[in-house]
């Protein structure tokens, strides 16, 4: 067996917040924006082009092109005649259809009074505030904005007076209903006589789709193949007729004499359903596992990449039977995009009596178009459960971290963490110190869940009745708990000595997530414990949800123990990032593995800005993060995805036995970038960062004195500039940065 995911994992990932358009970049839907919000209409694919280039070589930065964006022939045509007061009406009514109210046509108007805003920015700060009814009224026009322009510039058509006043009514009659949106895409196909192949309006859900378009449309639905009206029976018992294709994919075993088993479609990863390996073999030409036959579909084209994607973001978004995932409709050629919705993840059954246990977190709300990292607590205690741990699981616990502990522990030798889509990491640590349950520092113990939500609970009395004083809540999914605080990395919640008495159950960033330890190998864990749910969460929805997880371990027999897990998870340097604006560094360090060690995996931990992370296996001379340089060599490891990081398993795993320090050293790299010329993006500006700001020591922006250090103070810049660029140095958000290289292996005698 092979470790498949890291059990120690530091995730500290934050996500855009910016709606999703497809294939559309992030500077094109701000041109788009601005031209529903500035003149009404949907831009012209020129000025897209053009506007979104200027924005691009400004590094995104609205203010350095607004007042050019405004001051055009069509806006003194159209609105040089009006006064401010109509003027900043009309914007309201461009972007939500309705009047300014009271108090923000007095603010806005004053400011165009007196001279201190353009009414270019200030349609760029009434779109960026929409709330509400606003805010969906305001991207359902940009949704229509975008597919008129798309129509404009795919037909090679010109862009007049006619089509701009189509496209103007198009906009005006749109609200913030989902149907207004279905009535001007019917009337933009009328009106540009588009096919009807990309109208997907009459499909109710992302799998009707992908019902449609992939089973039905490449043909696999047919009486010879998947289909009960095949005499032989539906090809490998597989049914994907509709009405049918449902019941018979999510979370059934495939009927394969696979040589590991998998079901058709496993509900948050596609690496675990055999569907999407059978039809990636044929697209991608990836190889099946033993026992999986043929690629699909046989006797037509293979999936467009395009459409295996939608496959695949459904599957991960929890492969739901109703409602729509993200980027589905668009990947499927549909013309419209779907809204975003809140997937969940139908829960996973636990492990079999005997054979391990499962954790469940309880719910924790993420209200809509929000983003937190919390922290909360449950409780558990085996042995208060009859037969939930066997013998030959039990054993005594190793190692100081257990001094405060007098109970027993349990082995595990593997684990999949289930967790909602919306979840952006996990960290899952089990305290083991001298603080008690009861301790206010956890919070009040109340039903997180289920018929007695809000009442109080005693998480030690397992199995007894909430309304007798217990913590049965009322069903094996109901929680006893302590509510949610917003705590980056429980710093400040929680016991006191929860970082040094933390033992790690488990974590991801991923909606599932699966540990198997090499044959030999476990963990320990203690029988009883306060859990640590410590969880980032992000909603791009208008609607609120919650996020649950849920731990299945499956115990280690005696047998099964032979070498205790060890992690990778060097913290010394952790937050060594110090990368002025413009400006690219590197950063190195080494690291030295026990004699006897029995190397299984590599990983790496960074944030946005980490476009470069390497690490080289021994030998390395040792050397610390001050004289520290990347070896000329190439690197066994490279990652270049944040958010993804590269994990290198090693089967068999590498053997250091060496006396000689260097043959057991590693040495891992990471390159931070802070707007480049390769990736200006990347730069960090005190205007838009979410979580860290430049603390007053900003540099220039734009300007006669771009990368100049000014402070606060703009007129340091000249004219064209702004005091907006932040170093960026190391901490626990995504526009901070991290160094932490991970890895796990195992040490026997040598």
Not at 79 to 103: H, I, K, M, W, Y
């Amino acid at each position: 067996m092979r470790l498949r995911n890291f059990f120690w994992l530091l995730l500290l990932l934050v996500s855009s917040t910016a709606w999703p358009h497809g294939q559309v970049n992030d500077y094109e839907e701000d041109v788009e924006a601005m031209y529903v919000a500035y003149y009404g209409r949907p831009a012209d694919p020129d000025g897209v082009t053009y506007w979104s280039e200027r924005l691009e070589a400004e590094n995104g930065d609205l203010n350095e092109i607004i007042d050019a964006f405004g001051n055009s022939d069509e806006y003194r045509d159209r609105f040089g005649e009006l006064d401010n007061t109509a003027l900043v009406n009309n914007v309201f009514q461009q972007l939500f259809g309705r009047d300014a109210d009271e108090a923000g046509l007095a603010f806005y108007t004053g400011q165009l009074d007196a001279g201190e805003a353009s009414l270019a920015s200030i349609a760029l700060d009434v779109y960026n505030g929409a709330l509400g009814t606003d805010r969906l009224t305001v991207v359902n026009k940009i949704t229509i904005a975008h597919a008129f322009t798309d129509a404009i510039e795919d037909l090679s058509l010109g862009y007049n007076d006619a089509e701009i006043a189509e496209g103007m009514s198009l906009l005006a009659a749109i609200d913030q209903s989902r149907d207004s949106v279905v009535d001007a895409d019917n009337r933009l196909a009328a009106y540009f006589s588009l096919s009807d192949e990309t109208d997907c309006s009459g499909f109710e859900s992302s799998f009707d789709r992908i019902q449609s378009i992939i089973f039905e449309g490449y043909n696999c639905t047919n009486s010879a193949c998947h289909s009960s009206a095949n005499p032989g029976g539906p090809s490998g018992q597989l049914d994907l007729t509709a009405g049918n294709a449902y019941e018979a994919l999510f979370r059934v075993e495939a009927a394969a004499s696979l040589a590991e088993p998998q079901q058709l479609v496993y509900p948050g990863e596609q690496a675990f359903s055999f569907l999407y390996h059978k039809l990636a073999a044929a697209t991608l030409g990836t190889e099946l596992i033993a026992g999986g036959g043929t690629p699909m579909p046989v006797g037509s084209e293979p999936l467009s990449e395009e459409h295996l994607e939608a496959l695949r973001l459904w599957i991960r978004g929890g492969a739901p039977e109703t409602g729509d995932v993200d980027e589905v409709a668009t990947l499927l050629g549909c013309r419209l995009p779907t809204r975003p919705q809140a997937n969940k993840i139908a829960p996973p059954e636990p492990p079999a009596a005997g054979e391990g246990v499962q954790f469940v977190s309880g719910p924790w709300t993420v209200e809509a178009n929000s983003e937190n990292e919390v922290c909360y607590a449950t409780y558990y205690d085996l042995d208060q459960v009859p037969g939930a741990l066997p013998d030959e699981a039990r054993t005594a616990c190793e190692g100081g971290i257990f001094q405060d502990y007098d109970g027993d522990c349990f082995a595990i030798n593997s684990q999949i963490l289930t967790q909602d889509a919306q979840s952006h990491h996990s960290i899952i640590d089990v305290y083991v110190g001298a603080t008690p349950v009861d301790d206010p520092s956890w919070g009040e113990w109340q039903c997180l869940n289920g018929p007695s939500a809000g009442t109080p609970c005693d998480p030690t009395q397992i199995g007894v009745p909430v309304a007798q004083g217990g913590a049965d809540c009322g069903g094996e999914r109901y929680v006893c708990g302590t509510p949610a605080k917003r705590a980056i990395a429980c710093t400040g919640w929680g016991a006191d000595d929860q970082a040094f008495r933390g033992i790690s159950m488990g974590g991801s960033q991923t909606p599932i997530s699966e540990t198997i330890y090499y044959e030999g190998v476990y963990n320990l864990l203690p029988t009883r414990g306060v859990i640590i749910w410590n969880s980032h969460g992000f909603n791009l929805t208008d609607e609120s949800t919650t996020i649950e997880q849920y731990n299945n371990l499956r115990f280690a027999g005696q047998d099964e123990r032979e070498h205790r897990a060890r992690a990778i998870f060097d913290v010394r340097n952790i937050f060594v990032a110090d990368v002025p604006p413009f400006q690219e560094r590197t950063y190195c360090s080494t690291y030295r593995l026990p004699r006897g060690t029995r190397l299984t995996d590599l990983g790496s931990h960074a944030h946005e800005r980490g476009v470069l992370w390497q690490t080289w296996l021994p030998p390395n001379e040792p050397c610390s993060i001050d004289d520290c340089e990347p070896n000329d060599r190439p690197a066994e490891y490279v990652s270049r995805i944040y958010n993804d990081p590269l994990v290198l398993p090693f089967d068999p795993p590498l053997e250091y036995d060496s006396t000689n320090n260097d043959e057991r050293t590693l040495k891992s790299c990471v390159t931070y970038a802070n707007g480049t010329e390769e990736y200006p993006d990347l730069l960090k500006r005190n205007s838009t960062s979410v979580g860290s700001t430049c603390y007053g020591a900003a540099y220039c922006v734009g300007g006669d004195n771009q990368g100049a250090f000014c402070g606060d103070d703009d007129s340091v810049c000249g004219d064209g500039g702004s005091c907006d660029a932040c170093p960026v140095v190391g901490g626990f958000t995504t526009e901070d940065e991290m160094f932490l290289p991970l890895g796990t292996f195992y040490k026997i005698d040598p």
